[in-house]
């Protein structure tokens, strides 16, 4: 159950950090380059299996955080 609660944090969190920053979807993909696609699964509330741990790190990085940090 651990894993499926750190991937609903992630998904939270990357909601909250990005409403917070004031960013559009189309923003934080032009800010990332995570593709806007996977960016609107995780609105959805999914992890896209596609999705790297490169890609939480680009968000990590628009957000001025660690990818830690995204999780918790």
Known sequence: MQ?????KRF???IRRRRIQEG??????EKHSGVP???LEELERGT???????TDALRLANVF?????????
Do not use: G, Y
């Not at 894993?3 to 991937?7: F, G, H, L, T, V």
């Not at 960013?23 to 934080?28: G, V």
């Open 3 to 7: 894993k499926e609660d750190s991937i």
């Open 11 to 13: 998904i939270r969190n």
């Open 47 to 53: 992890l896209p299996k596609e999705m790297m741990v």
């Open 23 to 28: 960013m559009s979807l189309a923003e934080l």
């Open 64 to 72: 001025h955080c660690r990818t830690h940090e995204l999780f918790q």
């Open 36 to 38: 806007l696609w996977m």
